[in-house]
């Protein structure tokens, strides 16, 4: 083989790496499902298991090819999905540069939000969440008296943050932006020795901020981790949905997944995952779990 053939070869194998992630049919010719993962509050445990691990596991049974978890983090994981980096600017979102795809699907938790559906195909919600505002057990804060209305109750919460610093994690679900805390003179302090969202408690018990924001999935795992040594002040967000996260360009790849959510609903296996996984989850959320299409 000549030294041009070789070097023709290997920009085409180099270009392809940095095209969209395959669809559907793509990827059972190729015979490999690649699920892109962050290990986070027990859907990816890094252990080899997960509740999005699993259920993933069964969807490429589902659809005839081999599982492969792609371990990412909340900062690249779109980047690793699409091959570009989403930037914000407001409101809006553009794509830049060229990167190696190295998945075909995200499922890791990942939160339903305005500006990532402006990149992304989200599934089917696969799970519930909320944002929360967690103070150490010694703060002077104490939980929020719930009323008959959750907005009142996110306003009463974001009240009582006040001058007080706000540990928090850009490009994630606790990304201030979403939540209108941004501009309201509030102490931020940005986390950002890792994307690791299970950081941010040890954190906030070592005094690096006086608050910090957590997710229920979270939260209810840091509750029993880190018992009398944080306490939950009251909620952030409305009620969120987690789902599968897919290129734009794998439209089948989403419905075949969502065909595949509904099986497992009805089959009894979705219940299993939930109670393996976040056992006591359901009296967060009753009517997200008495749903089952």
Not at 37 to 61: M, R
Not at 117 to 124: C, G, Q
Not at 154 to 182: F, H, W
Request: hydrophobic letters at 40%.
């Amino acid at each position: 083989m000549n030294l041009i053939l070789k070097l023709a070869l290997c920009l085409g194998l180099w270009s392809g790496n940095l095209a969209s992630a395959a669809d559907l049919k793509e990827i059972q010719a190729r015979g490999e499902l690649r699920h892109l993962g962050i290990p986070y509050a027990n859907f990816v445990t890094g252990s080899g298991d997960g509740f999005d691990v699993e259920l993933v596991q069964g969807f490429a049974k589902h659809i005839g090819v081999r599982y492969s978890l792609v371990v990412s983090d909340f900062y690249n994981v779109i980047r690793d999905l699409l091959g570009k980096d989403p930037v914000r600017k407001g409101d809006e979102v553009s794509l830049t540069g060229n990167y190696p795809v190295k998945g075909d699907m995200i499922a890791t938790g990942f939160t339903v939000l305005p500006w990532r559906e402006a990149v992304l195909l989200y599934s089917k919600p696969t799970f519930p969440s909320q944002v929360l505002l967690v103070a150490r057990h010694d703060s002077k804060l104490q939980p929020i008296k719930e009323s008959k209305s959750l907005a009142q109750d996110i306003a009463s919460t974001k009240a009582l943050i006040g001058k007080q610093s706000l540990l928090v994690m850009e490009r994630t679900c606790l990304d201030p932006s979403n939540y209108g805390l941004r501009a309201s003179g509030i102490d931020l302090k940005a986390y950002n020795r890792s994307s690791n969202l299970s950081e941010m408690v040890p954190a906030l018990i070592n005094k690096e901020a006086e608050l910090t924001l957590l997710d229920v999935p979270d939260a209810i795992i840091d509750l029993k981790k880190w018992a009398g040594k944080i306490k939950v002040i009251g909620p952030i967000s409305e009620y969120q949905d987690l789902a599968a996260a897919f290129p734009k360009d794998a439209p089948e790849l989403r419905k075949e997944f969502n065909t595949y959510l509904q099986q497992i609903k009805a089959d009894g296996t979705y219940d299993r995952l939930v109670d393996k996984y976040y056992p006591g989850i359901r009296r967060y959320f009753p009517d997200f779990f008495s749903r089952r299409n």
